[in-house]
């Protein structure tokens, strides 16, 4: 293991005072330890200033004054040296973690290189660099993370091969977050290290509308929780919100029961803590192979332990997915999620890992098609009106925009240039595009017979479907989203006018206040 950081705050060219030296520490690894609370302290300030002036960068980190006293220590070599590293580390791991925390970052990046190390936050999807320190100290932050603060097993980190674990000890992790999970990977230059953050606040459990659903979704899914039985299936990439929606539902299903139903999750692992739930993980699975058998036999066994809602993380294979429609047919109510582009594209998806059209394509068993996203909101502070701002669009993307909105036209806004409400980004937080199918009958008979037109078709003509394309069009209308940014989530906006106009007003009502 390597030693103790150097202390360059006690002698030399960054020698500080002795006033100083009771209040903060340099160290030759690029931080700055300063104890909390002495931020604006005039000593603090004063070093600052002179580290500036000298042009030397460093990385502030927090820590509570015992802290800084140990560093200067003269006894500090040695093993007791080592272990104060070791403490001073899982300090600087837990400020890391803050500091996500305080700009709601969803994942956090750390990519060791042989001669840096970048740190990087993933902020509202965009993944923006926070900071960069030497190697060395990337590579005792890694070691900690993994060794003294996840909850696996062999805690033992190695950087030439592929890791997961998970820091699930609430004394190890700020108040916002749940747990963290991580994953590391050897790269051509270092290490790799992804810690996704799950956070704890699970807000207004039975609306659905704070996410970004309109009150058509709201309806939808409502009427699906009351459904006794039937499987509701919620797709979309890595980051959609699938988990938030899922644990939203449920929930509010729970509460509306007033907690006299008994919901079962089977995950891999348990992410989000849904109040009411019996959550259970999948864990120890030492390959593809073992994860499916285990998957398939927990959900089995979870039938057996009388549920009336099962929710089951993730459909990846064909044994869960003949698992959790054996459970819908045995008379339970199932939710889950799996990786289709649509909602329609669900059914395809598990004719794809093997289920039979027969089973598939019956609306008392599959009860729910849901699709979602998720797209940035404009900062209601600094959003300028499209109108004002028409040039800034490409023509061909303004041609779109006024044939798709029609007379909503004027109501579209764009990014602005940033204010301090929104942290100089021009926007504010996401918010969900969905499309929901509750299919009957006709639906899936026209899916039985191979006319997949058809059926959409019917969807939004007899059902009042509505499309993600349209659900993202009605939020540009509205002046909820700018229609770039729309564009990168849904693609082109090309849908008829009345239904942007006639959505306009539900959107609005969504969000008023």
Not at 25 to 49: F, K, M
Not at 140 to 162: C, H, I, N
Request: with cysteine.
């Amino acid at each position: 293991a390597a030693g103790a950081p150097d202390v360059l705050s006690r002698a030399g060219a960054f020698e500080a005072s002795a006033e100083q030296r009771k209040l903060l520490c340099l160290l030759a690894d690029g931080r700055l330890l300063i104890a909390h609370g002495q931020e604006l302290n005039p000593h603090v300030l004063s070093y600052r200033a002179r580290l500036q002036k000298m042009a030397h960068e460093c990385e502030v980190s927090v820590v509570d004054i015992q802290a800084i006293a140990a560093q200067y220590n003269d006894g500090a070599g040695g093993q007791g040296g080592r272990r104060q590293e070791h403490s001073m580390m899982q300090v600087t791991a837990k400020e890391l973690l803050n500091r996500a925390c305080r700009e709601r970052a969803s994942d956090i990046h750390i990519r060791v290189r042989r001669s840096s190390t970048e740190t990087y936050f993933r902020i509202h999807n965009d993944l923006l660099r926070i900071g960069s320190q030497t190697s060395e100290y990337g590579e005792r932050l890694l070691a900690t993370l993994y060794g003294a603060m996840t909850s696996v097993s062999d805690s033992s980190y190695k950087p030439t091969e592929r890791q997961d674990a998970s820091i699930s000890d609430r004394d190890k992790l700020p108040p916002q977050l749940y747990g963290v999970r991580i994953a590391t990977a050897p790269t051509n230059e270092g290490t790799l290290m992804v810690l996704r953050l799950l956070y704890n606040d699970a807000g207004d459990t039975v609306d659905l509308r704070p996410l970004g659903f309109d009150e058509l979704h709201a309806g939808q899914l409502q009427r699906l929780k009351e459904q006794p039985t039937g499987m509701n299936l919620i797709s979309g990439p890595t980051g959609s919100g699938k988990s938030t929606t899922l644990q939203r539902v449920l929930s509010g299903a729970i509460e509306q029961a007033e907690h006299k139903l008994h919901v079962l999750t089977v995950e891999d692992p348990v992410e989000y803590p849904i109040d009411g739930a019996v959550q259970t993980s999948v864990t120890n699975a030492g390959s593809e192979e073992e994860r499916s058998r285990l998957f398939s036999a927990a959900i089995s066994n979870a039938m057996r332990l009388d549920p009336d809602t099962i929710m089951i993380g993730e459909i990846r294979d064909k044994a869960s997915a003949q698992s959790a429609l054996r459970a819908s047919m045995t008379g339970h109510q199932v939710w889950t999620t799996v990786h289709a582009n649509s909602a329609i594209a669900i059914v395809d998806r598990l004719l794809d890992l093997g289920l039979p059209l027969t089973m598939v394509a019956d609306h008392t068993v599959v009860t729910g098609l849901i699709s979602q996203r998720l797209v940035k909101l404009l900062c209601p502070h600094c959003k300028v009106r499209l109108r004002d701002h028409a040039d800034r669009l490409a023509p061909p993307l303004l041609a779109r925009l006024r044939h798709a909105a029609g007379a909503a036209f004027d109501q579209v806004c764009l990014a602005g240039p940033g204010c301090k409400e929104c942290r100089e980004q021009g926007t504010a937080g996401r918010t969900v595009v969905a499309e929901v199918i509750t299919p009957d009958a006709r639906f899936f008979d026209y899916l039985r017979s191979g006319d997949k037109g058809q059926a959409l078709e019917y969807w939004r003509r007899e059902l009042g479907g509505q499309t993600l394309l349209e659900h993202a069009l009605s939020k540009v209308v509205a002046g909820l989203v700018d229609p770039r940014m729309a564009e990168k989530v849904v693609g082109h906006l090309a849908g008829d006018a009345p239904r942007a106009e006639r959505h306009l007003n539900v959107v609005e009502a969504a969000y008023a206040g």
